[in-house]
Each structure stands twice: as C-alpha cells, then as structure tokens.
C-alpha cells in the first residue's frame, strides 16, 4: 500500500510501502492514486512528497505480477501521467533504490532529491522488458538521448552522484532525504503563494525557489512537466543512432529486449510525446508476450531461490548460521589461485597467499599485482578501499605456518587428488580447528579429500570458474560430513564476493561439469558421423550460447581433459593392450580429442587445436583444412559412413543429452531443484539467460517432445548411454507434463523453493 500523510506545512507525504523493496504492486499503484486525489481535493495540501518505507523507495513493478494471470487494475503509466499533470508541486525523496516503474514514478514528479547513497536505473531490460510507464519518452527529455539510451538498453544501475552529473535528479543530500524533501515542498509551496508578496524577505525566498527550481515567476511547474519538454536535439542525430542500434543489437545477442528498448527511444526522438508513449506500449506488449521475459523474470527469481539451501540430509539456510571470515588464506597461485586472492581482496577480506617454493610465490605475487592493479583501475576513486599494497591486507608466502590463525582456506593447486589430500592433511595439522577448509576442484571426491583431515565437517567444495574474479558462479559442493556452517559460511562468502553461490551435492564433476560432459560428448561424435567444429559451434552460438563446444575447449586447453582421462584410464599408456579405439568398457567412445593432444594440438595456447590460430595464444578461430582431412581419414579408417547432420540434430544431440542428466541429478537430489541447475548453467556456462537456463528451456520445449527425441537418438545410437531417457523425465511426462515448479514435488526428493 501507499500511506498518506499530512504534515503541518501543508505538504502531504504519500510513503509507498510493500516490503522488502515498496514493489508497484496493483494495491501500491491504488494507494498512490488515492493519496494523489486526496492530496488534489484538498486545498489546504499545497505540495505532495512521495518516499518509500523503510529507507527504499521502489525497485519498480512488481515483477510477479507479470506472469500473473490477472494483470488488471491500474496502469502505472497513467498514474505517472497523473502525478506529473498534478498543479501542485510534487517532489520525490529517493532513499536506497528507485528502479524501473520506481524511478518512472520519480521522473513524473516535478522535482527529485536524492540521498548520496541511493542507486537509481531502468533495469527492465535485464528481465526482458521495457520501461513500460512512459519512461522511454521521459528520461532522453531529461538528461538526452545518449545517456537515456545507455541507462534503458543496459538496466545498469547508477550511484545518485551520477543522476546528479546527468540531471536526473536536482539535489543529492546526505542528511535525511525525507526531510529536504519535504524543504523543498515548502520552498516551493513559498515560490507559488508569495509570487505576488512584495516583503523583500518574501522576494528574496522565491528568487531561491526559482533558482533552485528553474521556473520562471509564475509558471511554476510547467517547465518541470517532462512530456512537454523537447527532445535535447544532437547534430548528428540519425548518425548517432544507427551506430547505437548496431552496438545494441551486437551485444544482445538473440535477446529481443535491448533492441526494442532502443526501438522507444528512438520513437522519443521522432515523436510527440502521446505518440511515443504508444508506441512504448505496443513494444512493451511484444515484449511481455515474448517468452524470453518469462525466462528472464524466471532466472531472476531462480537466483533470488538459490539462496535458501538444503541439503539431502535436511540441513538447510534457515538453521545454520555463516561464521565471520576475519582473515582467509588461498593455496597456490596459478590461473585460479590469482583469480580467487583477487576476488577476496575485493570483497574487503585480508589474504595469506602461499606458493610451494620462492619463484612460483614471485611469479604468481607479480600476476595478482597486475590483476588488482587493473581492478583498481576499473573502481576509480573506489579502488582506495583495496589497499593491497598493504600486508594486513594481502601477504605472500612459502611458509605453512602463516596460515594459522586463518578463519578460512582455499586450496586452488593442480587438480590431482594425492596433491589435494597431502595438503588437507598439513592443513589438518596447522588451521585452528573452527577453520573452514575449501577445496577448488571442477570434479573430485569432497569426501575423499576430507578423510586426509581430522574435521571433515569442515571441509566444503568451492568450484570458482575461470577467470575467478570474473565469473559470478560459485558451486558450493558439501560432503558427507561437511557441517551446515560450512556451507553458511561458504554462501556468505560468495555473496561478498559479488558472486551467486549454489549449493550441490558430491558428486563426479558435481553439476555444471556432470552435465556438460554428455553434450561435449555429443558435439564429438557429431564430427565422427560428419560435422565439422565450426557446423557444431555455429548451431550452438545461434542458439545463444557465448561460445560453442569447440571454441570453448581450444579457450580451455584440450590437454586439461587428455590429462583427466589418462587419469581414469580411458587413454595413455595404463589403457589395457587390446581396447577397441572407440570403445570404453561396453560404451561409444571417441578418441579424437586424444588424437589431437598427441599431436600437440592443445588449442589456442599452442596455435592449434579444433581450429587454427594466427599464433600460439592466438584468440581468432579459423576453420583447419588439416583437421577437415584428419577427420576424413579417421572416418575412413573407422569405417564411419559419413552424412548430412542437420542443425536441428546438432541442437537436439547436444542440449538434450544435457538436459537428461539434470533429470538425473535431480532425480538423485544432487541439486534441490531445476533452478539450481539453471543459474549454474547461466552464470558458469554461458547459456543464453533469455532462454531461462537448460530446465527452464526444456519446460518451454515441453518435456513429451524431450523425451521423444531422446528415444529416438538412443535407438540410433545404443551404445551411449546419456542419450537413454532419464526415469525422472520419463515419470514428469507419464505424470502429464507439470510446471516446472511442481517438479520436484514428483521426485520423491525435495521441493524447488520458486
Ligand atoms: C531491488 C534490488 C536491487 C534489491 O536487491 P537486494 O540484493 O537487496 O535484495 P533481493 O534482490 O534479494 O530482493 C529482495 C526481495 O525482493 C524481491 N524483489 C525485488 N525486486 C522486486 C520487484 N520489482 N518485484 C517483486 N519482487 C521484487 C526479490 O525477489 C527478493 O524476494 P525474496 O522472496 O527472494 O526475498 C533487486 O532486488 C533488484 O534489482 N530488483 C529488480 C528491480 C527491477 O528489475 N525493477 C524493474 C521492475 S519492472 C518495471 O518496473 C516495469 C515498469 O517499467 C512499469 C511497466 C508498466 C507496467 C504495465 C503493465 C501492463 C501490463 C498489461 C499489458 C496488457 C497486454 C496484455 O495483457 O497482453
């Protein structure tokens, strides 16, 4: 709701109110409207004030309320309309966040004062709409079309010093926002009623009021009404434009929001105010029926759900309780190792970096320096509160022993499990007990590891994804014994690390990995039959992915996966004598990657991988006609009959089989529900977040057509066993196909928090 209020100087104060965020809710946007005609009826009310309860003002439309069935009621557009054509002044005091139809609300008052440390933005892109209440058409008149542009086709949100730069707002104050609002409610209460007063006090108050305000004597609002203000005109307006459209279009890549955001500013810049605003709503329309928001508002709440964890065994968020991480400790200093010092620093917590001997420590203290260093860059003024030139902050070392008093360690070394355990053991010996134990590995045994310490309780998994303090997804994997607040601690972790923590059970490379291996699996065996990379790649990218199987694996290094299987014993010298080349106890198996890493082909570091590079290091993928011929010869030499695969079959082959083991890890409780897998596979593996994730995806496929293809590729092919239908998709078709959220509720495992 909205409560109205009146104070003694003749300004009412209408507070929106619905907790945690004041979300526009129908019965917010009512309230509003009620305060709004109250205030109007009133002749003793000369200006209204609108603030939100507890310290926010609004994050904008209730985003539920989009994918409700009943969307009826009042329209905020309508609303804003009404609050702007309001004759008395309507000022807006932004506290904490004034987002979407929030901050549209604040555009349509006729004046804004915001606290120093309120966030303000359009950020309905990044849930695949647009600013739907006349905001297209309000903020390029007020601060022009480039910045307008850039805040509503990125969502990005801004601190109010900036608003303040851009003229979004008229005043930042640092003392109680609702009080100077209300100030300057009665400065321009003052302005209106004393125009025609001649006391030089008098004269001398509204001269602060016009100059405050920008309005001339006795039009004091007009000027201040955005829909009658013209477009700020660039010189090179069409030229401009253009040149946005083809950087919005790159960067969105398939979604359809960013480009039909653009779409209304640009109607802003070619017509009347009214106009514009219908063409707004036709676009918004478009957009909200579009699908992709539904996937985008799906994978919002997906991640908000993520943060109430359960375990198997029933531990779960809301009896455990995080443990204060005063000083943590990383061990080594490689790829991850830097990446995972650097995301500590930022996230305020002092750090004991340890190397094996004195030249990796030097190597690896040079690498994070150069990290942090352009971090800082990139934080501006910011970047002061790093100070990791300071050895409280950040210490480098070869000695064990400075890790003692450490709340927290994070063993990121090479991912073998002697290696792994041999340090757990020491760290057994020389942490206090209550220090949290973390291991960094894409798919080893956390049990296993935990049995060389004598607390396993306290040892967790923390799967960082590479570069470390870049990549936002943090899997969180507990053992057997691992404690409930080890997993607290790990999740609150990650959430100072700006980073979504996901919480899954131990399992051979947990979730995000456990699922890629089958599609990667796929996109192989798709160049044994007849594809070539670039096919394979080119059907995935346009599917929406960053990056296709191929590109991916050369970015990575093929010998990280030559060594892992080597490792089981698929390939290299412990493969008993006799195995037939494509065949691993009863099952297919393609040894192409193998043959290309004995080639020496890892990829981009060594030039050459699935594709050429200009250069050992080389980033740019050229299609090899020496691996055209390699792949001929090996299909001749296999007896492989070569066809035809369409793109349809490449599509379904790989995101399929991917999609059937998260039936799998579903079905044995490994994660706790579909949007676990979701939000893993949209932060860590590039999938297209407007396609809401691979279980979101394949609810929109419908699981039946899932399961059809599944048999039919497993009839074809009868020796790979992830392409046979999972059980559990199997039991949600025969149960008639329910809603995503009701899956887990036929499990027979536990429930999906969305
Ligand atoms: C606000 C945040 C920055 C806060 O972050 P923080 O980390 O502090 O906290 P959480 O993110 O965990 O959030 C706490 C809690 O609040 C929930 N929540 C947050 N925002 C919203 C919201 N906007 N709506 C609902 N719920 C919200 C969140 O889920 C958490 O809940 P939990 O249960 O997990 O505790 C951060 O939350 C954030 O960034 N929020 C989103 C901000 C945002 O995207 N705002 C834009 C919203 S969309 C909008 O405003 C649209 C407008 O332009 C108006 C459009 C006009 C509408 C017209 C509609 C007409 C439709 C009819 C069309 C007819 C055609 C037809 O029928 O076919």
Not at 573 to 594: E, F, I, N, V
Request: aromatic share 6%.
């Amino acid at each position: 709701m909205a409560q109205y209020a009146r104070n003694a100087a003749a300004v009412a104060v209408i507070r929106l109110r619905n907790p945690p965020v004041n979300a526009l809710s129908l019965t917010v946007l009512q309230a509003l409207e009620d305060g709004l005609k109250r205030a109007d009826a009133d002749p003793s009310v000369k200006a209204v004030m609108i603030c939100g309860e507890n310290g926010k003002f609004s994050a904008g439309a209730d985003i539920q309320g989009f994918s409700s069935p009943k969307r009826q009621g009042i329209a905020l557009g309508p609303l804003v309309s009404l609050i702007e054509r309001s004759e008395k002044p309507v000022v807006a005091a932004i506290e904490g966040i004034a987002l979407g139809g929030g901050l549209e609300v604040a555009l349509g008052c006729h004046f804004r004062v915001a606290h120093v440390q309120a966030r303000m933005g359009l950020p309905e892109v990044t849930i695949g709409l647009l600013p739907g209440a006349e905001g297209t058409q309000r903020l390029p008149r007020l601060i022009g079309v480039p910045a307008a542009l850039d805040l509503i086709t990125t969502g990005r949100h801004i601190p109010a010093t900036e608003a303040l730069k851009l003229g979004l707002v008229d005043e930042v104050v640092e003392e109680n926002t609702v009080e100077a609002g209300i100030r300057l409610a009665n400065k321009l209460i003052a302005s209106v009623s004393l125009e025609n007063v001649s006391s030089k006090e008098n004269r001398e108050l509204c001269k602060h009021a016009r100059i405050l305000t920008g309005c001339p004597a006795g039009q004091p609002l007009g000027p201040r009404r955005l829909s009658l203000k013209p477009i700020p005109r660039l010189p090179n307006m069409e030229a401009f434009l253009s040149e946005a459209l083809v950087k919005v279009k790159k960067q969105a890549r398939g979604c359809l929001a960013p480009e039909l955001c653009f779409q209304a500013v640009k109607a802003a810049t070619e017509q009347p105010f009214a106009d514009g605003v219908q063409r707004e709503r036709e676009l918004f329309n478009i957009l909200l029926t579009s699908g992709q928001a539904q996937a985008l508002q799906y994978a919002f709440f997906a991640e908000r759900a993520v943060q109430r964890w359960t375990t198997l065994s029933g531990a779960s968020w809301k009896s455990a309780s995080p443990q204060p991480i005063r000083r943590a400790a990383v061990i080594g200093l490689g790829t991850m190792g830097r990446g995972i010092v650097t995301s500590l620093v930022k996230a305020n917590i002092p750090v004991v970096a340890l190397e094996q001997d004195v030249e990796y420590l030097n190597t690896g203290r040079k690498a994070v320096m150069l990290l942090l260093e352009r971090e800082a860059m990139k934080m501006g003024q910011d970047a002061q509160s790093l100070d990791f030139h300071n050895p409280a902050r950040l210490q480098f070392t070869v000695d064990f022993d400075g890790l003692r008093d450490v709340d927290l360690v994070i063993e990121a070394v090479f991912e073998n499990m002697a290696l792994k355990k041999e340090i757990f053991k020491k760290l057994s010996g020389i942490c206090k007990p209550g220090a949290f134990l973390c291991t960094n590995t894409s798919a080893l045994n956390i049990d296993e590891i935990a049995s060389a310490t004598s607390h396993p309780q306290q040892v967790i998994g923390t799967h960082f994804f590479s570069p470390a303090h870049v990549m936002r997804l943090l899997e969180i994997i507990y053992g057997r014994h691992t404690s409930p607040a080890a997993i607290a601690t790990a999740m609150q972790l990650a959430k100072a690390m700006k980073k979504v923590g996901v919480v899954v059970g131990n399992c051979f490379g947990f979730v995000g990995n456990r699922m890629m291996f089958p599609y990667v699996q796929q996109a192989v065996f798709l160049l044994e039959e007849g594809s070539r990379p670039e096919n394979v790649d080119q059907v995935i990218e346009d599917f929406g992915f960053k990056i296709g199987p191929f590109r991916m694996s050369d970015l990575a290094g093929l010998d990280v996966g030559w060594r892992s299987r080597k490792g089981q014993g698929l390939t290299g010298a412990s493969l008993p004598p006799g195995t037939p080349a494509r065949q691993r106890h009863g099952r297919r198996y393609s040894p192409l990657p193998d043959l290309l890493c004995e080639q020496g082909r890892f990829g981009q570091k060594t030039g050459k991988g699935w594709y050429q590079y200009e250069k050992a290091g080389g980033r740019t993928a050229r299609p090899d006609p020496w691996l055209h011929s390699f792949l001929s010869e090996y299909r001749d030499t296999h007896q492989i009959k070569t066809r035809f695969i369409d793109q349809e079959e490449i599509l379904e082959r790989c995101l399929f089989s991917l999609i059937n083991e998260g039936f799998n890890i579903l079905a044995e409780g490994i994660a706790s529900g579909p949007e676990h897998l979701d939000v893993i596979y949209i932060n860590g593996y590039g999938w297209p977040k407007h396609k809401g994730g691979p279980m979101f995806y394949a609810s929109t496929v419908g699981l039946p057509r899932i399961l059809a293809k599944l048999q039919k590729y497993s009839e074809a092919h009868p020796d790979v066993p992830e392409l046979r239908p999972s059980a559990f998709l199997k039991k949600l078709v025969a149960a008639g196909n329910p809603p995503l959220k009701e899956w887990m509720s036929c499990s027979g495992s536990q429930s999906s928090k969305l």
